[in-house]
């Protein structure tokens, strides 16, 4: 049952990283392409529409099952990482449309964000830098690094609210997969969610809010909640 905006008590904003902050996704398969031909493996349009938005640990081992790998998913995963960082800078990232616009109405409304991402943490920390968003996303938990458990579980998000002294029931996420949108509304966050420029997803069970962009969230936010 969807939940009407504005929720009662926001008092922080959660952001997923990989299609809502950053079109990140080109470069996260590109760099799985390469990675996964290396043992002879051929990534499918079938499995990536189906496993993207899970943290990488889940997503290779949802690969193997399906493929069988001739390297362990910690290698995999390594390698993979390691490509991400490297090609980062210079592939092209930007933030979203409508991510400066939000950024700087928290700013202006006192509302606290923190990223909430399934990704490793360097990974997260070199995208954001390419992205040019780094500085002013200081507060960021990998769902990787941070938590015992990756998303569709709630725990990054558990993590990310802490992080900024809120209970996640006082906290709206933003996500653009149906995994990360199961991870954000398990952890009982109000739950945004506009689609990924580059692997839009059906809407997904569990979202309060469905939006075409981030811009028609900065609409509803500017309306509601008035500068502090």
Excluded at 18 to 47: F, N, S, Y
């Amino acid at each position: 049952m969807r939940r009407p905006f504005p929720p009662p008590q926001l008092r922080g904003v959660l952001l997923d990283l990989d299609g809502t902050l950053v079109d990140t996704e080109p470069l996260h398969k590109a760099t799985a392409d390469d990675v996964l031909a290396q043992i002879g493996v051929t990534l499918t349009a079938e499995d990536y529409r189906t496993l993207a938005g899970r943290g990488d640990v889940d997503f290779f081992r949802a690969l193997d099952a399906r493929h069988g790998f001739r390297m362990s998913v910690a290698e995999i995963i390594t390698r993979r990482t390691a490509l991400v960082v490297a090609r980062a800078p210079t592939f092209g990232l930007r933030a979203n449309p409508g991510v400066p616009e939000l950024l700087d109405l928290l700013d202006g409304r006192g509302l606290p964000r923190a990223v909430a991402s399934g990704s490793v943490r360097v990974q997260i920390d070199a995208l954001l830098g390419a992205a040019g968003l780094l500085a002013r996303l200081p507060v960021r938990v990998s769902g990787h690094d941070d938590v015992p458990r990756q998303k569709p579980a709630p725990d990054v998000y558990l993590a990310a609210a802490a992080a900024l002294g809120l209970q996640a029931e006082a906290c709206l996420a933003v996500e653009d997969s149906r995994t990360g949108v199961a991870s954000a509304r398990a952890a009982g966050c109000f739950v945004v969610w506009v689609p990924s420029p580059s692997f839009p997803c059906a809407q997904p069970d569990g979202v309060d809010l469905p939006l075409a962009s981030l811009h028609e969230l900065v609409g509803l936010l500017h309306a509601h909640f008035p500068p502090a």
